[in-house]
């Protein structure tokens, strides 16, 4: 589709109804709706406050000019229809997004113990085995701990199988994998080993195994097709060790035209070496491990290299040692606008305050509410349940939010995780920190902010790039419910790239 549109009866978001027209990938007019809309009425959106202060009087409605003559698709009626900036995920691991297509998940909520995933595996015939191998992702030890290839073993003899814990950072390997990959290359100092042997355990080794594995990066046409029909127009892709080399195979893809989103890359530091591409900078990611900290000095010494680099930190934090570890980083090293950390899955008030004026940023996951509330209201101390994946008290000190996914570790739609930001509740139905609620806007805006300035909400104006989400009703009416059903059209610079 030429990226030449007219998009005519939208309600625009910040602005009310209107016509805007798209040239050269950019926002070109925007002028009153063309005709009265029906579905429009009663909307209760005049001109923005932002629009008010300007003192411009209402644009005239907008002519068609070329976008007739070429085509009527390139006309788009929205009937009333709500239109947004097009939604950024602020943090998300594409490649292991487009390897879960790939693999059998092995966690909860769908595997909830040794026998179900013994079943899971036994079953397992399908595309996910990829030469021989089985490949397990999404583990958690309340599954059956954290076996070893022996116990392994008992489930899958004789194919190797390598399952992928849900941190990221540990892989568990049965014998047959073990030697596989043993027998290709030298034994990393990740492999964990015993007085028996090797145990099976790999921990932050994916390097070596990709090596060992001569595997490369998967395909992203498919995933990136699934977030533009969520109207996803932009990422920020937060796997801690991308790098020169993974920085490329997003180059080839955008150029490839399998991954249509603006894409940002954080990772390691090594980024500011790689070859620019049609990918921005994002910042150095720090990912942090309760049970094995960096030398606070080593951290500190990142944190310093990647702002030299003019980079922001972004620090994984998952628990409140991890959340403490990292501010003390910060009180050393400082903060420049930018940094920000990642989840605050468990934050008292103390800390809130503490992150509050560092003047930092928090990337939220609220739909992890809903995929493991009900195992963090199991295992999570009573004392820090207050303090589970806060938001309203976190947006009320001050705190800049915005939303990610971290799919494939959770689902990758941005609109269940506003719905989760609204309810609070848990796939059981059990409420999580009520008071934590935010409304649908703000649900919203966390997908709003723009990913170089996280601060800054982007609009619908004039000159801004077309990166828009149109939706099938008006704002009124979707907020009730929130979903990704109510996506209409996604354009991602001036381009229809979904129409359902």
């Not at 005049?46 to 005239?60: H, V």
């Not at 007739?68 to 947004?84: D, F, M, P, T």
């Not at 801690?240 to 195979?249: C, E, K, L, Q, T």
């Not at 899955?345 to 996951?365: D, F, K, M, N, T």
Request: include cysteine; glycine fraction near 10%; proline fraction near 7%.
């Amino acid at each position: 589709m030429a990226a030449f549109m007219l998009i005519r009866n939208a309600e625009v978001w910040g602005l009310g109804l209107a016509d805007v027209r798209i040239a050269g990938g950019v926002i070109a007019e925007i002028g009153a709706p063309s005709s009265p809309s029906p579905s429009g009425e009663g909307l209760g959106w005049g001109l923005s406050e932002e629009a008010e202060l300007t003192g411009q009087p209402p644009a005239p409605p907008l002519k068609g000019r070329g976008e007739e003559r070429l085509h009527s698709k390139n006309i788009v009626n929205a009937q009333g229809a709500a239109l947004l900036p097009g939604l950024h995920d602020h943090h998300i691991h594409l490649a292991g997004l487009a390897a879960r297509a790939a693999s059998l998940w092995c966690g909860p909520p769908e595997v909830e113990d040794a026998d179900a995933l013994a079943a899971r595996l036994a079953a397992h015939t399908g595309p996910e085995c990829i030469d021989g191998w089985l490949r397990g992702i999404g583990y958690h030890e309340s599954v059956m701990g954290l076996p070893g290839a022996k116990e392994l073993d008992r489930l899958v003899p004789l194919r190797p199988l390598r399952i992928q814990h849900r941190s990221g950072r540990m892989w568990l390997l049965n014998s047959a994998a073990l030697a596989a990959l043993l027998d290709r290359a030298d034994p990393p100092p990740g492999l964990e080993r015993d007085s028996g042997g090797y145990t099976g355990r790999l921990f932050d080794e994916d390097q070596w195994l990709r090596t060992a594995l001569a595997s490369s990066p998967p395909d992203f046409t498919e995933v990136s097709a699934d977030l533009a029909r969520c109207g996803v127009t932009g990422i920020t892709d937060m796997s801690p060790r991308n790098d020169p080399a993974m920085a490329a195979h997003f180059a080839a893809q955008i150029h490839a035209g399998s991954l249509r989103q603006n894409c940002w890359l954080a990772g390691e530091l090594s980024l500011a070496d790689a070859q620019r591409g049609p990918w921005q900078p994002g910042p150095a990611k720090l990912h942090l491990h309760e049970a094995a900290l960096p030398v606070f000095e080593d951290a500190v010494s990142f944190i310093a290299a990647a702002h030299a680099q003019g980079r922001a930190v972004a620090v994984h934090c998952v628990t409140e040692v991890e959340l403490v570890f990292t501010l003390a980083l910060l009180d050393e090293a400082g903060a420049i606008p930018g940094d920000r950390i990642e989840h605050a899955s468990i934050a008292s008030q103390e800390l809130v305050a503490r992150i509050a004026g560092h003047g930092i940023s928090v990337c939220v996951q609220p739909h992890f509410v809903v995929e493991r509330g009900d195992a963090y209201l199991r295992d999570v101390e009573a004392r820090h349940r207050g303090d589970l994946y806060r938001l309203a008290s976190l947006a009320d000190a001050g705190i800049t939010l915005v939303g990610g996914s971290d799919a494939p570790f959770v689902s990758a739609d941005p609109w269940a995780a506003m719905a989760a930001a609204i309810t609070r509740q848990t796939r059981d139905g059990q409420t999580i920190g009520k008071d934590e609620a935010l409304s649908p806007e703000q649900a919203l805006e966390l997908y709003l902010a723009a990913p170089d300035d996280l601060a800054r909400q982007r609009l619908i104006a004039v000159g801004e790039p077309a990166d828009l989400c149109l939706l099938g009703r008006p704002w009124a009416k979707v907020r009730e419910r929130l979903s990704s059903a109510d996506v209409r059209a996604t354009f991602i610079a001036g381009r229809l790239v979904t129409r359902i």
